[in-house]
């Protein structure tokens, strides 16, 4: 029986615009309600974790897990700029409550792509105030929650900006997403609509790596003793061709981030598939290969390459903060799992600190522009119901995560 080390944090993630339901004072709440809009259908009631957090994370702590890796979302917190919801952050409290009660580490991320409205038509983040605004909301979070936060991340993927600049041009609706930003702006009455997903890749990662160093700082210094990094968005880049950009692809997306990694307490990767990286941008996966519900390849092998690359970048410990599939057939989640696992199993035997494998996702939720199709979760969702039905995955990690080994029946 191949065993991970002692303490490793097993677990399942989620983010507060895909599973709370009804963000309202949320830029992307704005993007999914106008027309035309580039979202297949809007979030509405989600999967009503706002509601039915407890039962959710018992769950979690049934199924095997000790890790629960959810955001809090600013648009609650501060639904208007410098008003401070008290109300939100109890929710949040009773959110890092119920892990505790349940035996689950809660591990925190600040911001998951969402940003209020009233930040959106500031300009978001190419504004130079945008980071002294994040910075004052991270302060007022881990001032009222920090003694029951147990590990915490300042941003989910600050780097998708960097990365989505990569797609082959004929992937990007370029007139759709220019029209949608122009009535979402007018929508609230703003010259600019500066969301995260919309936004210049260059200012954004200039702005964010100072707005996260800056986190960083205010969160160390709350009440609770708690490492914080950061969670950024890899892919298992693969030249083709002699001329491949590979390696400027890299350093552009990669690099800067690990960077500011490596100057906090732990790098977060998060992996679901490889790339192959032509002259000037990427490729579509090679005809014949099997893809996701997300258009991309069905490539396990690809947790181990990012391990890989980041830890020749960064010196403190990583944990995995997102690593699964989307698909309707949970026998594809199980060999996915089982050879992502294997992939991380041997970058553990190479030494390399790896301390966490927390699956993406625990439920079945929104998937941004994609809406509801894509199947992420380990647990079903019926969204007229909200009635939770566990897949056989979600047992199959869970047995790995009680018994903190590969064991002969999984993996
Ligand atoms: C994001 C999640 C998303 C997942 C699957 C990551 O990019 O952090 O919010 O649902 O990948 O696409």
């Known amino acids: 029986m191949a065993r991970f080390p002692n303490g490793f944090l097993w677990g399942a993630a989620t983010a507060a615009h895909q599973v709370e339901g009804n963000n ?3 830029d992307l709440w704005v993007l999914e309600h106008i027309e035309p809009t580039l979202f297949a259908e809007p979030s509405l009631d989600a999967c009503d974790h706002l509601r039915l957090f407890p039962e959710d994370i018992k769950l979690l702590a049934q199924l095997g897990f000790n890790t629960y890796r959810f955001s809090i979302e600013w648009a609650r917190i501060e639904p208007e700029r410098g008003h401070f919801s008290i109300a939100a952050m109890e929710h949040y409290r009773r959110v890092l ?5 349940n035996g689950v580490t809660p591990m925190v991320t600040l911001y998951h792509f969402s940003s ?3 930040f959106a038509a500031m300009g978001g983040w190419e504004k130079p105030e945008s980071s002294d605004l994040f910075v004052r909301y991270c302060g007022r979070v881990s001032r009222h929650l920090g003694d029951l936060i147990q590990i915490a991340a300042t941003f989910n993927e600050p780097n998708l900006p960097m990365q989505l600049r990569w797609l082959p041009i004929s992937e990007i609706p370029i007139v759709k997403v220019k029209r949608m930003a122009k009535v979402a702006a007018r929508a609230i009455g703003a010259d600019r609509f500066g969301c995260f997903f919309l936004g210049d890749g260059d200012k954004l ?3 964010m790596i100072a707005a996260h160093h800056k986190a960083f700082e205010i969160v160390k210094s709350g009440p609770g003793k708690y490492p914080v990094g950061v969670n950024i968005s890899m892919q298992d880049e693969q030249p083709a061709g002699h001329d491949s950009k590979r390696d400027k692809k890299c350093a552009e997306v990669y690099d800067p981030w690990l960077a500011a990694a490596d100057k906090s307490d732990f790098l977060g990767v998060q992996a679901y598939t490889r790339c192959r990286v032509g002259k000037r941008s990427d490729l579509t996966p090679e005809p014949g290969a099997e893809t996701t519900q997300m258009g991309y390849e069905f490539w396990p092998e690809a947790l181990e390459a990012c391990l890989r690359y980041a830890h020749a970048r960064v010196k403190v410990p990583i944990y995995v903060t997102e690593n699964g599939v989307a698909t309707d057939d949970d026998e594809r989640r199980i ?15 190479d030494g390399i600190d790896v301390r966490g494998y927390i699956h993406w996702s625990l439920l079945d939720n929104f998937e941004w522009i994609m809406g509801y199709r894509p199947k992420f979760g380990l ?3 019926d969204r007229a119901t909200q009635v939770r039905t566990v897949k056989p995955s979600a047992h199959y990690l869970g047995e790995i995560a009680r018994h903190n080994a590969l064991t002969n029946g999984a993996g």
């Open 116 to 118: 209020p409205r009233w």
């Open 205 to 207: 990662r200039d702005r």
């Open 24 to 26: 309202i004072n949320s």
């Open 379 to 381: 647990v079903a969702v």
């Open 335 to 349: 060999e996915y799992i089982r050879r992502a696992l294997d992939g991380m199993m041997n970058c553990i035997n």
């Open 97 to 101: 409550a119920a892990c505790h009660e």
